[in-house]
């Protein structure tokens, strides 16, 4: 089965925090634990991967726009 992730790089000089919602067990791909939801934290200079459809698209958007993160898709 094909899962819609994206990936997540921190490229700022600060801790940003990501809203995500709990995930699908049987659809599971990505860094962080289907079990996990609320503020997942990304720590400067790194970078995570997680399941697009667990994600606030215009969150990320937003913080893409002021150079915060870097984003991309894939299908895993």
Known sequence: MSIPVTAIQNVSNQTIEILH??????????DVSTQSTGMMK?????????????LDLGQL????????????????
């Open 21 to 30: 919602e709990v995930g699908d067990p049987t659809n599971s791909a990505g």
């Open 42 to 54: 990304i720590p400067a200079g790194r970078k995570v991967t997680i399941e697009t459809s667990r």
């Open 61 to 76: 958007a937003n913080l893409e726009a002021k150079n915060l993160i870097k984003t991309s898709n894939s299908v895993e």
